[in-house]
């Protein structure tokens, strides 16, 4: 799955649980899913930055961890 497609479905999961119409065990399960997208997203993100660092020969600072 493309960092795209993550990205979107952890919105559609933000929006399920905003609106809060999902039971407690569905909720989790979302939660669960959103936690591993999120981690997912965050791997992508830092791995394009290294790669864009080792292109501007290490010109650019890190992002800081959120």
């Excluded at 905003?18 to 830092?46: H, N, V, W, Y």
Aim: glycine letters at 8%.
């Amino acid at each position: 799955m493309d960092f795209e497609a993550q990205l979107t479905e952890l919105e559609g999961i933000v929006q399920q649980l905003e609106a809060g119409k999902l039971s407690l065990d569905d909720a989790m399960k979302c939660f669960e899913r959103g936690i591993q997208l999120t981690r997912a997203c965050q791997q992508t993100l830092k791995a394009a930055e290294l790669k864009v660092q080792v292109l501007m020969g290490g010109e650019l600072q890190p992002l800081a961890d959120a």
